[in-house]
């Protein structure tokens, strides 16, 4: 990390090599699209780069870069760039077994979660995606997001209830 701090270029490849393929796969969920989400990682990680300087170390690096990254989407989402596509989540998250009829049961339990997703609140879905997706606890997504624990905990209780609701039917309960 120090060699990271002084600016050298090829410790920072080491923190691409490391970070890279979670901070696409955030920037790729919370837009929605895969190509967003490339580009607006490649962003974060140009902006992280930039900023070296302004990292105090008060947080883990994983934080300060993955804040990065939820402001980068933020700043496109407020320029009215969201895509209407489906939300690309890992093809694993909607794996089945080697059942035809269960493995066409979660591509479409799938396509519906990312489709409700897509369909949360932008708070409400970052929240969910650093929490359910991330694995972030909650002191380290307040750091990252700059909104309290208490409304945090909210916003995942009610992505939770929303995504339920939504995919009530195709879980069998409603």
């Not at 080491?14 to 955030?26: E, F, K, M, N, S």
């Not at 170390?57 to 969201?82: E, H, M, Y």
């Not at 995606?129 to 945090?152: C, D, Q, R, W």
Request: proline share 5%.
């Amino acid at each position: 990390m120090e060699r990271v701090l002084d600016g050298d270029t090829e410790a920072f490849a080491g923190v691409v090599r490391r970070h890279g393929a979670r901070i696409v796969a955030l920037c790729t969920r919370m837009t929605s699209g895969r190509d967003v989400g490339e580009e607006l990682a490649q962003e974060s990680l140009a902006r992280a780069f930039g900023a070296l300087g302004s990292y105090r170390g008060d947080s883990p690096f994983r934080a300060w870069l993955t804040r990065i990254a939820v402001n980068a989407c933020r700043d496109w989402q407020k320029a009215g760039a969201r895509a209407e596509r489906p939300m690309e989540l890992d093809p694993r998250a909607a794996a089945a077994g080697p059942d035809p009829e269960r493995a066409a049961s979660g591509r479409e339990l799938g396509s519906a979660l990312q489709a409700a997703i897509a369909r949360l609140p932008a708070a409400s879905r970052e929240a969910f995606l650093l929490f359910h997706v991330e694995n972030l606890p909650y002191e380290e997504m307040k750091a990252i997001t700059g909104v309290s624990v208490a409304a945090l905990k909210v916003r995942v209780h009610r992505a939770r209830q929303k995504l339920l609701e939504d995919l009530g039917p195709l879980l069998g309960s409603e």
